[in-house]
């Protein structure tokens, strides 16, 4: 029947058996057309496969079945994020918070939302309550320096953003990110330090490489002048 159907496809997906997973859960799905779940479950099948516009559908489909399952409404939400939808990303994090303002996870996504759009102060406000409930939370972390830079709070953003990077040196776009605060704050050979870190660990990166070589003419210039 369709529940032992989708039972079987979620333990296809949990162990990355993609193609039949898909199969099951699709066929449970054409048996109980009306289970958000089997539809949520059948939009994560869709996005591990990488077919990402029915992955959008199957989230849809069962944010629009049972508005008020706040998990597919989740998945909707990452969807879009990741989709670029940012704006209707944000509106599905926001329902989620409203119901649950506790949701870590969902406070996060929100923030990288609202970043992503331009409104920074909500950003902010948003992931500092994410690293509130859950301070080990690398990401939550990285993405609260990041809005915090974006905002100008240097200061705040600063200590963040080194005790990342003294923890995870390989990342390219903390290094990246971190070069910007400090050419703001007008350490600049610190500055051409981080950004040549970051092109060493993606050198196919253009950002830093544009930055970088601003940055050198503006040493230049200045030393020219003294």
């Known amino acids: 029947d369709a529940e032992a159907l989708h039972g ?3 333990i296809a997906l949990s162990v990355n058996q993609i193609a039949p997973a898909l199969a099951l859960i699709g066929r449970a799905v054409a048996q109980a057309p009306k289970n958000a779940h089997f539809h949520l479950n059948l939009g994560v099948a ?3 496969a990488g077919r990402l516009a029915e ?3 199957a989230f849809r489909t069962a ?3 049972a508005p008020g399952d706040l998990e597919a409404r989740y998945n909707f939400g990452l969807h879009l994020l990741n989709s670029g939808a940012a704006a209707e990303a944000a509106s599905e994090f926001r329902r989620i918070v409203d119901k649950q303002p506790q949701h870590a996870d969902a406070l996060m996504n929100l923030g990288i939302a609202c970043a992503q759009l331009g409104q920074t102060e909500e950003a902010v406000r948003r992931l500092r309550r994410a690293v509130q409930l859950a301070p ?3 990401e ?4 609260l320096a990041n809005a915090l ?3 100008g709070l240097f200061d705040e953003a600063e200590p963040i953003y080194r005790k990342i990077l003294a923890q995870k040196d390989g990342h390219a776009g903390l290094h990246y990110n971190f070069a910007n605060l400090l050419r703001e704050t007008n350490r600049l050979s610190e500055a051409e330090t981080h950004y040549r870190r970051a092109i060493a660990l993606d050198p196919k990166a253009v950002e830093p490489l544009i930055n970088l070589g601003n940055l050198l003419k503006l040493q230049r ?3 020219d002048v003294e």
């Open 8 to 10: 079987l496809g979620t």
């Open 149 to 151: 830079n974006d905002a």
């Open 63 to 65: 944010v629009s079945i």
């Open 136 to 138: 080990n939370n690398g």
């Open 46 to 48: 869709y996005a591990m």
């Open 55 to 57: 992955a959008g559908e």
């Open 221 to 223: 210039n200045w030393t």
């Open 140 to 143: 939550a972390r990285i993405n």
